[in-house]
């Protein structure tokens, strides 16, 4: 699950290499219809300039190449462990929209995940928290036993434990991403 940073790097880069790939298409359209020279679509495949050029001007050539292929390499590296390293987890965060009154984040995490826990149909509830202090955003993953009434729990999560939540941070507008999954363990039901 990407989120922010991490997305929005993401979408440069693909939008940059789909940008290089559209022009060197292009390129290869225009060339073979004739537009930059008259006679280069009727040269044959092994006639090459550009490897004759790179073959007169190896000494220099090579180097280079290779310094930008480790920058790219670097780079990739870098947008790897961005988009693995996911959001930054938040500690405490912020009741009143300053850093006077707080909330540790793991005490709000374990409040929301046992309440969830509680409600018939859930096997298992796992609540994260992240963002920043004054903006916080939880991320809400249930895993509901196979006969459990999905609608139901999914509005008792919404107006009970995350109206909870939303109470105790006095933010209405608290973002979440809620993720209701089915387990394959079924529990006796109860009506």
């Not at 707080?102 to 963002?131: C, F, H, S």
Request: some cysteine.
């Amino acid at each position: 699950m990407l989120r922010g940073h991490a997305d929005r790097i993401t979408r440069i880069v693909l939008i940059v290499i789909a940008a290089c790939f559209l022009a060197i298409g292009g390129a290869i359209i225009a060339a073979n219809t004739g537009l930059f020279a008259s006679g280069f679509p009727q040269r044959t495949l092994l006639e090459n300039p550009a490897v004759s050029w790179i073959g007169g001007h190896s000494t220099w050539f090579w180097p280079i190449a290779a310094a930008v292929a480790t920058v790219l390499g670097v780079l990739a590296l870098l947008w790897l462990i961005a988009v693995l390293r996911g959001p930054t987890k938040t500690h405490d965060l912020s009741i009143d929209g300053s850093a006077r009154t707080t909330l540790g984040a793991t005490a709000l995490r374990d409040a929301l995940t046992n309440e969830i826990q509680g409600y018939r149909g859930v096997d298992d509830a796992k609540v994260r928290v992240y963002g920043d202090a004054i903006q916080p955003k939880l991320g809400v993953r249930v895993s509901l036993t196979a006969d459990a009434r999905v609608a139901e729990v999914r509005d008792r999560i919404e107006q009970q434990a995350l109206a909870h939540a939303r109470e105790a941070l006095n933010a209405p507008g608290l973002p979440v991403i809620l993720d209701l999954g089915v387990s394959k363990k079924s529990s006796p039901r109860v009506e």
